[in-house]
Nanobody, 124 residues
Framework: QVQLVESGGGVVQTGGSLKLSCVYSGHTFGGTTMAWARQVPGKEREFVAAVNWSGATTYYEDSVKGRFTISRDNSKNTVYLQMNNLRPEDTALYYC?????????????????WGQGTQVTVSS
C-alpha cells in the first residue's frame, strides 16, 4: 500500500523560507508524477506544483512561480518543495500526491494517493 509522509512545515515570517519533503513508500516510485497541493479550511484543495517521473518537467500554479521549486530524488523516493519569499496567503495545509494516470499534471482528481499533510503558517 502506498504511503506518502510529508514533513518540513512550520511557522515562518513573511519573506522567509521553508523546504517541505515527502517520502514515498509501498510501491514503485518510478513512472509517477508527484505533486504538492494545499488547502485552507472551508476551501477546496488547490494545485501548487508538480514534477514528472524524471524531474525534467515541472508545473506551477501562477501565484507561486518564481518563489517555489519542486524537485525529486528518485534514489531516495522523495519529492521536495522549496518555498521562498513566503506570504501570509501561502498559509495552508500542504499535501503530497501521486499520479500514474495520463492527463494533465495540474488536475488533482487524477492523483490517487495523498499524504496526511504538513502545516505551513506564514505570519505577517
Amino acid at each position: 500500500q502506498v504511503q506518502l509522509v510529508e514533513s518540513g512545515g512550520g511557522v515562518v515570517q513573511t519573506g522567509g523560507s521553508l523546504k517541505l519533503s515527502c517520502v514515498y513508500s509501498g510501491h514503485t516510485f518510478g513512472g509517477t508524477t508527484m505533486a504538492w497541493a494545499r488547502q485552507v479550511p472551508g476551501k477546496e484543495r488547490e494545485f501548487v506544483a508538480a514534477v514528472n517521473w524524471s524531474g525534467a518537467t515541472t508545473y506551477y500554479e501562477d501565484s507561486v512561480k518564481g518563489r517555489f521549486t519542486i524537485s525529486r530524488d528518485n534514489s531516495k523516493n522523495t519529492v521536495y518543495l522549496q518555498m521562498n519569499n513566503l506570504r501570509p496567503e501561502d498559509t495552508a495545509l500542504y499535501y503530497c500526491g501521486r499520479k500514474f494516470a495520463s492527463g494533465s499534471s495540474t488536475a488533482l482528481n487524477l492523483y490517487d494517493s495523498w499524504g496526511q499533510g504538513t502545516q505551513v503558517t506564514v505570519s505577517s
